[in-house]
């Protein structure tokens, strides 16, 4: 049995980082875990592009022009969409978890999403660096791991 796994190291990705500003008293600690777990994993500063977009809806086109343009070797997505009175939310967290999946699957790109999809922005806020960790983080390792783990499954350039 042959058993493929990916890595955490940053040495040599290059990362690109879509975040909404909308809700960043969330955002910025979303982005502030990912770009500390990525900093700590080895990426370099020059191979880090930040995309500020104002709101979530406005993700995946961000990130389907990075993907597009081939400048990095992965994508995290970051934003808070925090329920509201109405259909809004919903609406929100389809177009872009949807927008998010298309970009990977179309580029054959690791896509990480770290977007909040919380019913509170205590909530929210827990995720972003609070008693539940940092989703940013996370969303940042998962991207590092997936860039080493495509490496090693034939069939494409990832």
């Known amino acids: ?12 990705v290059r990362v690109g980082i879509v ?12 982005l502030a875990g990912a770009v500390d777990a990525l900093r700590r994993a080895g990426v370099d500063d020059e191979d880090l592009t930040v995309v500020s977009v104002p709101g979530a809806v406005e993700i995946p086109v961000a990130a389907a022009r990075l993907a597009k343009n081939g400048a990095v070797d992965a994508i995290v997505t970051l934003g808070a969409v925090i329920r509201g009175a109405t259909d809004h ?26 977007v909040l999809t919380t ?3 205590e909530q929210a ?27 090693q499954i034939p069939g494409g350039e990832a």
């Open 119 to 121: 019913e509170t922005t």
């Open 89 to 114: 939310y919903d609406y929100v967290c389809s177009m872009v978890a949807s927008g998010v999946e298309r970009i990977a699957l179309d580029h054959d790109l690791p896509v990480a999403f770290g």
């Open 125 to 151: 806020l827990e995720r972003a660096g609070g008693k539940a960790g940092n989703k940013g983080a996370d969303a940042a390792h998962a991207a590092l791991e997936m860039v080493h783990l495509l490496h």
């Open 1 to 12: 049995m042959e058993l493929l796994e990916g890595r955490t190291l940053g040495n040599g």
């Open 19 to 30: 975040v909404s500003r909308f809700n960043d008293l969330v955002t910025d600690r979303l």
